[in-house]
C-alpha cells in the first residue's frame, strides 16, 4: 500500500500514473502484458536512497524547521517555538505507528483507511511495499518511516501560525485531534491506492481504483503534498490564528525577527531536507527522481530570486528575511509538481511562487487582518494552491511535462489540460475545506478543555520562561 500520484479516468485512459513508473528497471518493463504476473524486486540502491530520503527529512524537522522559525520570534519566545516543534515532531511519530499509518495507508473507505495494521500489526522485515514500476518494490518499515517524517512535519508547520501566546498543552491537544481527523484522512484521500501491479486490465483497474481514496479517484495529482501537507497545515494555521487572536501589541509594538542569521541556517536545512522531501517521494532511484531533485533545485533558485527582486522594488531594501522566505516559497511551490513537470516548467512555478507568496505574506495578510505570526499560509498556503494548479498545466508533455502514465496499456496516456485541472481544482477545494472545518472543531475542543491562550502576563513575560523555566539568552 503506498502513496500514489495518478491521475485518474478523466484523463482518458482506464487509470493512469506519472511516467516516471515506466522507467525504473527492466523487470518492470518485461511486465508489458498487462496480464503477466510480475515478480517482486527489492533494489538495494533504492532501499539506500528512502534511508537517506528519511533522514533528510528529519533534518528538516529537527532542526531546521525550529531554527527558522525561532529566529523570526522574539527572544524571550524562541525555545518555546523550538520546543513545541520538536515535541510535536516526536509525539505524532508516535501515533503515526500506533494508528496513523494504518488509518492513512490500508484499504477502508475513500476517506479513511482501517485498523488492519494499528501498532504496525503484519509488518515485518519480509513485507514490502510497492513503488510506481510494477514489480518494485522497498521494505515496508523503509515506507512506514518515510511516511512517518511527513505525517509528524506537516502539523509541525502549523505553529508559526500560532506562535508566541498559544498554550503548550492546548496546541499538544489540537495536534493529536487534527492529525486524526485532518492529516490522515487527506493523506488516505489523496496518496491512498492498490499499487501499480494491480492494474493488469480494464476490469482489474476498474476494481483497484474502487478501493482508492477520493481525490486520487477524482484524478488529483501530489508528487510531493502540496495538498496533503502545506495546503492542509496553512489552513489549520489560518484558522487557529483567526481563533487565537492577535498577539498584544500587534501592530502596535515593533516584533522584528530576533536572530535573522538563525533563520537564515534553518532555510538552508529545509532547502537541503527538502530534497528528502520531494526526491524521496518517487520512492525509486531513476530519471524521474532525478528531475525531481532539478526541479526542486531550480524552482527554489527561481522563487529566491523573484522575491527579492519584487521586495527590492515595493521596499526599497533587499532583505535577508525576504530571501529565506523565497526559498521556502519556491520549494512549497514546487512540490506537488516537482516529478510531473520539465524544468522549465518548474523554473516557472518557482518564480511565480516568490512574486505570489511575497503578495500572500504582504498583501492578503493586511487584507484578511489576521495575526499569522511567521506567515504560514503565506507561503505555505499560497503556494502551495499555486503550485497544486500549475502542477495541472505543466504536466502536460507539451509544456515540458511527463504527462501521466496508464499502467493498463503501459504507456503514457493522452493528456486532457482542462480535466486534469478540474482534478486540481478537488484536490485544492477538498483540502481547503477539510482542513478548515477540522480544524475549526479541533481547536474549539481545545480551547474549550484548556483554553487556548496564556495570559497577558505570561505573554508579555514570554513563553520560554513562562511556559518552560528557561531562557535562550542569559545576558
Not at 124 to 133: I, K
Not at 234 to 248: E, N
Not at 456 to 464: A, C, F, H, I, T
Amino acid at each position: 500500500m503506498l502513496k500514489a500520484l495518478l491521475a485518474a479516468a478523466a484523463l482518458g485512459a482506464a487509470w493512469a500514473v506519472p511516467a516516471h513508473a515506466q522507467e525504473a528497471t527492466a523487470a518492470a518493463t518485461a511486465a508489458a502484458s498487462a496480464a503477466e504476473a510480475v515478480a517482486p524486486v527489492v533494489q538495494k540502491g533504492d532501499a539506500a536512497w528512502i534511508i537517506v530520503a528519511t533522514v533528510l527529512v528529519i533534518l528538516m524537522a529537527v532542526p531546521g524547521l525550529p531554527l527558522f522559525y525561532g529566529g523570526m520570534v522574539r527572544a524571550k519566545n524562541m525555545l518555546s517555538v523550538m520546543m513545541q516543534v520538536m515535541i510535536t515532531f516526536s509525539l505524532l511519530g508516535v501515533l503515526w505507528c500506533l494508528y496513523g499509518y494504518s488509518l492513512a495507508f490500508t484499504e477502508g473507505n475513500a476517506f479513511f483507511g482501517g485498523f488492519d495494521k494499528a501498532f504496525l500489526k503484519g509488518v515485518t522485515v519480509d513485507t514490502l511495499a510497492g513503488t510506481f514500476s510494477k514489480g518494485v518494490y522497498i521494505p515496508e518499515y523503509l515506507y512506514v518511516a518515510f511516511q512517518m517524517t511527513f505525517a509528524a512535519i506537516t502539523p509541525a508547520l502549523i505553529i508559526g501560525s500560532l506562535a508566541e501566546r498559544v498554550k503548550f498543552s492546548a496546541l499538544l491537544l489540537f495536534m493529536v485531534l487534527w492529525f486524526t481527523f485532518s492529516y490522515l484522512p487527506l493523506a488516505h484521500m489523496v496518496w491512498f491506492w492498490a499499487g501499480p501491479d494491480a492494474y493488469t486490465s480494464a476490469q482489474a483497474a476498474d476494481a483497484a481504483g474502487a478501493t482508492a481514496g477520493f481525490l486520487f479517484q477524482k484524478g488529483a495529482i501530489d508528487f510531493a503534498g502540496g495538498t496533503v501537507v502545506h495546503i492542509n497545515a496553512a489552513m489549520a494555521g489560518l484558522v487557529g490564528a483567526f481563533m487565537i487572536g492577535r498577539r498584544v501589541g500587534f501592530g502596535k509594538e515593533p516584533m522584528p525577527p530576533h536572530s535573522l542569521t538563525m533563520t537564515m541556517i534553518g532555510a538552508s536545512l529545509l532547502w537541503v531536507g527538502w530534497f528528502g522531501f520531494n526526491v524521496g517521494s518517487n520512492l525509486e532511484v531513476s530519471g524521474t527522481a532525478g528531475l525531481a531533485f532539478l526541479n526542486t533545485f531550480l524552482a527554489t533558485c527561481a522563487a529566491t530570486v523573484s522575491w527579492t527582486l519584487v521586495e527590492w522594488f515595493a521596499k526599497g531594501k533587499p532583505s535577508m528575511l525576504g530571501a529565506a522566505s523565497g526559498a521556502i516559497a519556491g520549494l512549497v511551490a514546487i512540490t506537488p509538481a516537482c516529478g510531473f513537470v520539465g524544468p522549465m516548467g518548474g523554473m516557472v512555478i518557482g518564480l511565480l511562487g516568490g512574486v505570489v507568496c511575497y503578495w500572500g505574506v504582504n498583501g492578503l495578510k493586511r487584507m484578511l487582518g489576521v495575526d499569522d505570526s511567521l506567515d504560514v499560509f503565506g507561503v505555505h498556503g499560497v503556494g502551495g494552491i499555486l503550485g497544486a494548479l500549475l502542477t495541472g498545466v505543466f504536466a502536460s508533455p507539451a509544456l515540458g511535462g511527463t504527462g501521466v502514465y496508464d499502467y493498463v496499456t503501459n504507456s503514457v496516456a493522452d493528456y486532457d489540460m482542462a480535466a486534469q485541472m478540474l482534478s486540481q481544482l478537488w484536490g485544492v477545494g477538498v483540502a481547503v475545506v477539510w482542513s478548515g472545518v477540522v480544524s475549526y472543531v479541533a481547536f474549539k475542543v481545545a480551547d474549550l478543555t484548556l483554553g487556548l491562550r496564556v495570559s497577558e502576563d505570561e505573554e508579555r513575560e514570554g513563553l520560554d520562561l513562562s511556559a518552560h523555566g528557561e531562557r535562550a539568552y542569559h545576558l
